[in-house]
Structures are given as structure tokens and as C-alpha cells.
């Protein structure tokens, strides 16, 4: 389903690759993304993530920063040069406000406890998801949320969420 598919009012947890598409202009996902995102600030829609979500994106954002500053280096390559060479990071400077940027987006971010996370251990055995995105599902889980913004296919095995994906058209939901 698309972004236009959520009935307005909805729920939604919102994965770190949307807000990665919204960030990185040059993505064919960002007009759906910007959207969507402008629509959770509007409160067409209640958009919840959380902390590790965030850190997850502003992450990412570093590594392409970091890839468009070092032209010879390639991102996947990127943590192990900067093992080598730490003053890189020093260097990098946009993907600092991406926290304070998602902030303005008006979700509710939630910090999962340690018991969240003992429990999201379980989301991996159920659906063979990886450890972020198992935090996720359980988060998801609590407070019964059931859908999801995010193009990672690999939720499309779980059987308790409606999975919401950016189209590559400028499509506007809500």
C-alpha cells in the first residue's frame, strides 16, 4: 500500500529509511516522503518512532555525508576509513540536525526501556527481522499500532501490520 492508501486520523510508525528519502533530495522516494512527513506535521496523520529510529537516520545521513565529501570512498567502506582516519567525522556537519529536524515533524518519539528491548528479541524468532527493526514491531506491538511507514520489504512477513511504502511518484497522501 501507498502513503494515499492510510485513512487520515491513523497511526503510524514511521521507519528511518522515510526520513533518510526526505533527507537525500536526489532520491526518487523523497516527493512521497517530504509528503507523507508534511502530513504527520499537519496531523492528517499520528505519526510515533523512536529514539533509535532517529539515531538509525542521522546515522545513515552521516555515512552519505561522508561519501559525498570523500569521493573515493565508497559508503559501505565508509566506518572502516573512519576507524583509521576519526578527524573525518570531526569534518561532517549536516547530518548533526537531523534529530532536531525530525523533532519538528510532530511525532510522538518514543525511548524504548530495556524490558522493550529484552521482549523485541522474540520479533526475531516470530519473523526473522533484524534487531532495529524487531524494536520496532515491538513497539508497534505495545501500543497497538499496526501501521507502518517504511520500503523495507523484509515487514512484509509480519502478519500484524499494514506496511505503508513511498511511491515514486509525487504522490500526496491525505
Do not use: W
Request: glycine content about 2%; aromatic content about 10%.
Amino acid at each position: 500500500m501507498f502513503f494515499s492508501d492510510l485513512e487520515s486520523g491513523s497511526s503510524i510508525f514511521v521507519d528511518a529509511n522515510i526520513f533518510v528519502y526526505h533527507f537525500s533530495k536526489r532520491s526518487r522516494f523523497n516527493p512521497a516522503s517530504t509528503n507523507f512527513l508534511e502530513c504527520v506535521e499537519k496531523r492528517d496523520f499520528i505519526g510515533v518512532t523512536s529514539t533509535l529510529v532517529v539515531q538509525e537516520a542521522t546515522h545513515r545521513m552521516m555515512i552519505m555525508e561522508a561519501a559525498g565529501i570523500l569521493a573515493n570512498i565508497k559508503a559501505k567502506d565508509y566506518v572502516k576509513y573512519r576507524k583509521a582516519n576519526p578527524d573525518i567525522s570531526k569534518r561532517l556537519e549536516n547530518h548533526r540536525v537531523i534529530p532536531e529536524k525530525i523533532a519538528f515533524f510532530n511525532l510522538e518519539i518514543i525511548s524504548p526501556d530495556i524490558t522493550t528491548i529484552v521482549r523485541s528479541q522474540q520479533m526475531k524468532r516470530r519473523y526473522g527481522v533484524l534487531s532495529n527493526d524487531a524494536l520496532s514491531l515491538q513497539i508497534m506491538e505495545d501500543l497497538k499500532i499496526n501501521n507502518l511507514a517504511s520500503n523495507d520489504s523484509d515487514f512484509e512477513r509480519v502478519d500484524f501490520i499494514k506496511l505503508y511504502k513511498p511511491s515514486v511518484s509525487t504522490e500526496s497522501p491525505g
